[in-house]
């Protein structure tokens, strides 16, 4: 005996009523930027992403803080060529990572054939 049109259009919304079931609890969980960590907050007791960093950042501040005018413009600028170097070694970097560009195409002649 034939199954019942009705029955495959009810089991067809059904499972269609469970994926939307699903992707709204997955949808959920997604965080708000979509790529932090869920556990972490927005908070200011949330650690930076980079401790190193700022350790180090901190670490300059105090001593910029501590150092007179003359020695604090002396070691901005030594910051300075310090970032530029090391943006000179990314930029080298990056170059050697691209593909170089394509050789001219080859001139061909016909040559006629007696």
């Known amino acids: 005996m034939p199954e019942d049109p ?3 259009v009810r089991e067809a919304e059904r499972l269609v009523r469970e994926a939307t079931e ?4 997955i949808g959920a969980e997604v965080p708000p930027r979509g790529f ?9 007791s949330t650690p930076p992403p980079f401790p190193d960093l700022s350790a180090l950042t901190g670490l300059m501040e105090l ?4 150092l007179p005018p003359d020695l604090q413009r002396q070691l901005q600028q030594a910051l300075r ?6 943006r000179s070694v990314l930029d080298y970097s990056i170059d050697r990572l691209e593909p170089g560009s394509e050789p001219p195409p080859a001139t061909v002649e016909d040559i006629p054939i007696s």
Do not use: F, T
């Not at 699903?22 to 609890?25: D, L, Q, V």
């Not at 001593?63 to 501590?66: G, H, I, K, N, T």
């Open 6 to 8: 009705l029955d495959a």
């Open 22 to 25: 699903r992707a709204e609890r």
């Open 36 to 44: 932090e960590n869920p556990k972490q907050g927005a908070g200011p």
């Open 63 to 66: 001593a910029c803080s501590s």
């Open 81 to 86: 060529e310090l970032l530029i170097a090391l």
